[in-house]
């Protein structure tokens, strides 16, 4: 998994690629961290470029949206597309986190 985060008009963008897997939860605490730090009022997770999710990375964006909404932020996933758009379907996460 590599990504990058930038905000935009109080709107915290972190752009996932890759794949996003049990192997990447040291690298995730990374983005929760800043999901905590930032001053930004709405947290948009793109996977636009993430090939790949399992279980574990379920549990991660689960994870990002509990510390979004403990800091009293909302978070939605983007560019959910072709295998993440199936795990994502198949495990109900868009009825926790909304999908743009």
Known sequence: MDYRSEVRDQRLVISISGMLTFDDHEAF?????????CEATAIEL??????MIDSAGIGMLLLANDKAIKTGKAMCLSGVTGHVA??????KIDQLIPVE
């Not at 605490?29 to 730090?37: G, H, L, P």
């Not at 793109?46 to 090939?51: D, I, Q």
């Open 29 to 37: 605490r990374r983005i929760v961290s800043e999901i905590a730090a």
């Open 46 to 51: 793109s996977l636009a470029t993430t090939k």
């Open 86 to 91: 199936k795990v994502v379907e198949l495990s």
